[in-house]
């Protein structure tokens, strides 16, 4: 009986309905969308670690040659406290890679990066081996040629695992003794040559043993320990070096998206709000328009506030409908996006409840209005006596 | 529930004490100018005149719809003016039932549903609504056409619905306004005849009206003119 006033109008109450759906829908999947999303750069930060510097030699005087780190700053910086590994890598130029003799024609085109790289690389990224072993104390003493790839290097030549097979170094031959898993924090490695700083001197006329670049793991106090480094390396001197967290990187890209978050809330708060200002209007004209209704149970009786609840109560329904089928509507939406992007859904069902809560909250205050000026229609004047 | 005394029939229902009733603030038009009158338990009344008497403000003030400016209006002895909205209201409901020219029936709800509107709020279950509804609708021979809409039944038969909707409740006075106006002759004969069978010696009846073929058929006839009462007369019935 008392949503009778609903249910016969239909159309109408399926449209002031819209307001409440779209606003709790809007905020629903944007809170639940960032959350995702989020959780996604969780599992990406923790996969990654959260405790990895990277530290680029910069150019001090020494201009005209690529900047280095001594091998005497490396040894300082791990002598660091907190500092736990590091591995020091120098990327080669001017070699051409090939997979075979032959080929030099179609690779030149597409440069293999070629690092020299100190022996516990995969243990400082934390990265394992597809298969085969890293470069070891033997290859490094001995001068081997041998050679470490990464995955989609190994892809791309169609190189087998455990297949004894050798690449061309600018016409030398390398054999191949391991692939290097995916380094999600240098997406470059997976498609890079790792060889030992000897055979870089031996064969590519490195003069020194000295990184460019430093990977350095430090679990507690690692931006400390980052802030530091520069100083350990350069003492004071000419030769500088930047170090920084990658992941800072990816927390940074979790705030951005915290601000498109709140954007997309409030514009979800006003589709609330323009949803209640619609209900508002919508119920006060029905409240004309059912003048003679109101009048008539007036005379039959009910009294001013029960003329009043029912009119509130039908925003009540408009409002806990709309706010569960917003809720359900972003929730949809959620799963849609987390979906298509791999994520997984995070979604706060308490959240859910809250914002159809809030739907609930707008729907009461926006029929406050109208029911307050049903209960205040005097009934002679609706009744119209003859 | 019903007012019945010992002496049933005498029975003051509902009194007009002085009553004035002033429309407008700054230009004051009296309406109704200090009136008193009294129906009874079992009374068949009719209240005539032209338009602009003050016959409907007095159906208003009758059905404490509206509150006088001056004087009291009693219902079962009960002053209405002390009483709250609320109180007011369920003395409404319990003590007066209402038909008018118009029907005011809910368009959409059934016949069996606008009777039902009478009965909600007072503790009944919904079983027993249906029950006394129903019984109200087969007094007024609508007992089949229960689920209809409104816009499916005559203008005769929805008036039979909105009688039926007056009586549910069991008043002790039924007021009608023009219960016949926006009939043709066949349909109002019933309906008049209606009336007729639903007074009881527990239950007056008072039908505001200018047809004087229906006031002619009551059994008192108060007559107004510009907010007074001018002739109350007992009718002699053939």
Known sequence: MAVSGLTARKVRTLLIMLGPVLGVAAIVAAIGINESSKGHLKAKLQELGTDLIVVNASAGFGFGQDPVIESAAVGRVSRLPDVVAVTGTRQMSDIVTVPFAGAEDYYRAFPVPVIATGLDLPSTLEVPLVSGRFLNEFDESSGARVAVIGRDLADEY?????????????????????????????????????LTFATAMDDWGLDEPDPSRLYVRAPVNTRLVAQEIPTVVSLGGPDGANASVPTDLLDAQSQVDENLNNLTK?????????????IANVMSISVIQRSSEIGIRRALGHSRSTIAIQFLFEALVVGVLGGIAGAGVGAGVVWGVAEQRGYTMVLSVVGLAGWALVSVGVAVVAGLYPSTKAARLEPLETLRLG | MNPVGPDGADEVVLSLEGVSRIYGEEVQVSALDGVSMEIRAGEFVSIVGPSGSGKSTMLGLLGILDLPTHGVIRVRGVDVSELSDAERSSLRGDAIGFVFQQFHLIPHLTALGN?????????????????????????????????????????????????????????????????????????????LEIFHDLQTSERAICIVTHDLHVADSARRKISMLDGHIVSDEQLVRS
């Open chain 1, 158 to 194: 169609g190189y087998l695992r455990g297949e004894s097979r050798t690449i061309e170094l600018n016409g030398l031959q390398y054999g191949v003794v391991g692939v290097l898993d995916y380094v999600l924090l240098e997406p470059s490695m997976d498609s890079a040559v790792f």
């Open chain 1, 266 to 278: 409030m514009m979800g708060g006003l589709a609330l709000i323009v949803g209640g200002v619609g």
């Open chain 2, 115 to 191: 009777v039902e509107t009478a009965l909600l709020y007072r503790g009944l279950s919904s079983r027993q609504r249906r029950g006394r509804a129903m019984e109200a609708l087969e007094q007024v021979g609508l007992g089949a056409r229960h689920d209809h809409r409104p816009v499916q039944l005559s203008g005769g038969e929805q008036q039979r619905v909105a009688i039926a909707r007056a009586i549910t409740t069991q008043p002790g006075v039924v007021l009608a306004d023009e219960p016949t106006g926006a009939l043709d002759s066949q349909n109002a004969e019933n309906v």
